[in-house]
């Protein structure tokens, strides 16, 4: 009787991954368009962040051209925000068995690009996740949104660069499919790799093609995926506050005026401001949650009431106040070169008929190339500074 080998322990050993693609070149394939998202969205971001929170220096000169500007980079940073959805889930599926190398640590060096990576994971995840559940108005942590999304941004951005400049030589063996000096890849995984792309590439389009309509009006036929559709609400344009959440009733209105202060303070009823002269506009909405659409506003020019009570236009900001109870865009301030704009309006009517109670009746400011939060509803008074 021959003797049994002796059952072993098995070793402990790392999961071997035996799936294909989970390559240098298919992850510097897929983290190039992954790269090129995430800059468009950090800059759109940046954009949008200091159009809302311009430092002093800044806050008199923002351009007011193109009126489209905001509306544009907004969309873009909604846009390349949820193909960077797509992106990132394929870049983590390329290198997740990079997670159980073994051993964990081989190094100084390598501990801290693993901790890097890390970071660099965590910080894109949160990035993408808390934005799209903003574009959804869905608010589930303590923290407020947009400072803590502006800071995470920029650790984003850094362990970008730093990863970069870590994975340079890799990426640089691995940018072009043959690139000189590295080994010649199995046959069927270019082929496969070729699909995978193909994949991405269609995923993202589906998805881009389905959600950019809420901006890109053209294809608002196909905006089947985004939290809104440009035309659906009343006067035709979506409402993001209604007056019921900001503690606005039409009751409260009957003594409406508006206070225009500074050096020669007045006060207007309702029927006086209708009877100043009016301007018609037709400018976007740019709502910061990523849609945007063109309509047509009267009013009067904010212009005009600044030179009414003395102040200079092209010279003075505003600091626009809203009946609105609390809130955080219940107080707003506009630069010199809005407040100068022959577009910048106090608007009474909207697509042609008066301002619903959703839209900000009695009055509202409409500005060229500014974000939707700024565009105040329910004006009560403007202040000249
Ligand atoms: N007083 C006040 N004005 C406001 C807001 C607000 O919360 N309070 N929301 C703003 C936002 S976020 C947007 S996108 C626009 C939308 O205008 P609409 O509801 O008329 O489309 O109004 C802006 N005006
Ligand atoms: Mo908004």
Redo the contacts with the bound molecule.
Sequence with gaps: MSRRPRPTLPALRPPEFTGRLHDARTATAVGRLLGAAFAVCFLTGLVSHYLQHPPDWLADRLPTRPVWGYRLTQGLHVATGLAAIVLLLVKLWTVYPRLFTWPPVRSVRHALERLSVAVLVATAVFQVLTGLLNIVQWYPWPFSFVPVHFAVAWVVAGSILLHLAVKAPEIRAHWRRRSPGTLELPAEDVRDRRSLLLGVGAAVGVVTATTVGQSFTPLKSLDLLAPRHPDHGPQGLPV?RTAAAAGVSAGGLGEWRLDVLGPRAYSLTLDALGAMPRAFVTLPIA???GWSVDADWAGVRVRDLVERAGGRPGRDAVRVTSLEVAGSYRVMEMGTEYVDDPLTLLALALNGRRLSLDHGFPARIIAPNRP??LQTKWVHRLEVL
């Design positions: 993001n709502c910061v949650e939707g939060v």
